[in-house]
């Protein structure tokens, strides 16, 4: 079982930055793939990074040039650095962490970028 929390969502205007976090507990070892999706309103959800293992972090294309992971190991943490936030960038984003075929995820924190 991995136990995953995020933090770091709020409300921001167009241009402006926010840092998510997100703590994962329990067997954090036989995590493989760790990333961030988001889920608009009306909208499925989707993949917006994510690292997996031994290899660099992948990024849509939507964000790409604009948004940083990255993460501290020592303290089981994963970052999602977000730049020139734009509105289409509301969400509620969810941290995920995958062990084999099975999917854990936070529960969500909102994002709300306003022009």
């Known amino acids: 079982q991995v136990q995953l929390a995020e933090s770091g969502g709020d409300s921001v205007q167009a241009g402006g930055s926010l840092r998510l976090s997100c703590v994962a507990s329990?067997?954090?070892?036989?995590?493989?793939?760790r990333g961030w999706y988001r889920q608009a309103p009306g909208k499925q959800r989707e993949l917006v990074a994510r690292?997996?293992?031994?290899?660099?972090?992948t990024y849509a294309d939507s964000v790409k040039g604009r948004f940083t992971l990255s993460r501290d190991n020592a303290k089981n943490t994963m970052y999602l650095q977000m730049n020139s936030l734009k509105p289409e960038d509301s969400a509620v984003y969810f941290c995920?962490?995958?062990?084999?075929?099975?999917?854990?995820w936070g529960q969500g924190t909102q994002v709300t970028v306003s022009s």
């Open positions: 995920n962490a995958r062990v084999r075929d099975i999917n854990y």
């Open positions: 690292f997996i293992t031994n290899y660099s972090p």
């Open positions: 329990g067997r954090v070892s036989n995590i493989n793939e």
